[in-house]
């Protein structure tokens, strides 16, 4: 099994439906991350949580909310879905300071 | 977070060593270089990081040149499967804002050939 599973892998919306992404790991790792990666733009961070209490905004987090459910799970939601939505989303986990993080499969999220 | 230049592009022969540059001359002290790889579409992939002595894990090789302001990635023995897009980056271990924020550049795309 992968260390951080993603679901669903794909995904087509219809514009202002509410859709949540889920990300579970076993790394045992505090701290997680939510990125969308866009063609030419690389990856922006759009939330990260240091622990089950702790919730941060990152650079892109307007039209986006999180849940931290438990140490392992930490799910991406758009409350109403639009077009410049649509790109590839990755959770990642990191144990500590350092900046090696183990990236889920993406999820590739299509809104029209 | 330091600025990286790598080519855009390199080959390398399936059984040869693949050696990727970059530069980050403007690198700070408390900057560690860090190397990742995206295979098409698949979530980006941690090889190795350091910050001034060389680095040997599993993966690859990572030499970083005495002043800091270039290092090189080595893929000792490459394979197909090493076909990816590497991204070379300067990140600090700090707080505060930069928690998470990873900036990858263009990177080089690596293609592995027969």
């Known amino acids: 099994d992968a260390d951080v599973t993603q679901t669903p892998r794909n995904r087509i919306t219809k514009t202002g439906k509410r859709i949540m992404l889920e990300c579970s790991q076993t790394?045992?790792?505090?701290?997680m991350y939510w990125y969308r990666q866009d063609p030419g733009l690389g990856l922006r961070l759009i939330y990260y949580?240091?622990?089950?209490?702790?919730?941060n905004k990152g650079e892109i987090s307007d039209g986006y909310s999180v849940s931290r459910q438990a140490q392992a799970k930490f799910s991406l939601s758009l409350e109403s879905a639009i077009p410049n939505q649509t790109a590839l989303y990755f959770c990642?986990?990191?144990?500590?300071?350092?900046?090696?993080?183990?990236f889920g499969s993406g999820t590739r999220l299509t809104v029209v | 977070d330091a600025k990286t230049t790598q080519p855009p592009s390199m080959d390398c022969a399936e059984g040869r060593a693949a050696n990727l540059p970059c530069n980050h001359s403007?690198?700070?002290?408390?900057?560690?270089v860090y190397w990742y790889r995206q295979i098409h579409s698949q979530g980006p992939q941690y090889i190795i990081h350091?910050?001034?002595n060389n680095e040997t894990n599993e993966m690859a090789s990572l030499i970083i040149t005495e002043d800091r302001k270039s290092s090189t990635l080595i893929l000792p023995h490459a394979t197909l499967r090493d076909t990816a897009v590497y991204y070379c980056?300067?990140?600090?271990?700090?707080?505060?804002?930069?928690?998470?924020?990873?900036?990858f550049g263009q990177g080089t795309i690596l293609t592995v050939h027969p």
């Open positions: 990642a986990t990191s144990e500590d300071t350092e900046r090696d993080y183990t």
């Open positions: 790394k045992g790792h505090d701290r």
């Open positions: 949580s240091f622990d089950v209490k702790d919730i």
């Open positions: 403007t690198i700070s002290g408390n900057e560690y």
């Open positions: 350091g910050l001034k």
């Open positions: 980056i300067a990140l600090t271990h700090a707080g505060g804002t930069s928690y998470g924020k990873l900036t």
